[in-house]
């Protein structure tokens, strides 16, 4: 399964991610694609989204611990890894 999650999109590449996902919400891409056309998909990606794009794209792994994050871009929230485990970092607001 491959997630793509977008703040802006360039028309031409909205219309083509059109032909291979479903458009639940706007700028929200879902798709049960095999892993080499997911592969080809993200590279499509990378080459023609600008990085104000804002692009997180979450990949299903067959492997530990199931899933790939990546992104196009600077993401709003910052990302760490731990013990090979991709982790989006929250912060607390205090009262």
């Keep these: 399964m ?3 999650v977008a703040n802006d999109l360039p028309p031409a590449v909205r ?3 059109k032909l291979w996902f479903v458009e ?8 049960g694609l095999k892993d080499s056309v997911a592969i ?3 590279d499509y990606l990378h080459k023609h989204c600008p990085p104000d794009s804002g692009l997180v794209i979450f990949r299903s792994l067959s492997r530990p611990p199931g899933y790939e ?3 196009v871009g600077p993401p709003r929230k910052p990302m760490m890894t731990i013990s090979g485990l991709q982790l989006v970092v929250e912060t607390l ?3």
Excluded: A
């Design 2 to 4: 491959l997630v793509v």
């Design 15 to 17: 219309g083509r991610m």
């Design 24 to 31: 639940p919400r706007p700028n929200i891409f879902v798709s």
């Design 40 to 42: 080809t998909v993200i």
């Design 69 to 71: 994050i990546r992104t």
């Design 93 to 95: 607001l205090s009262m």
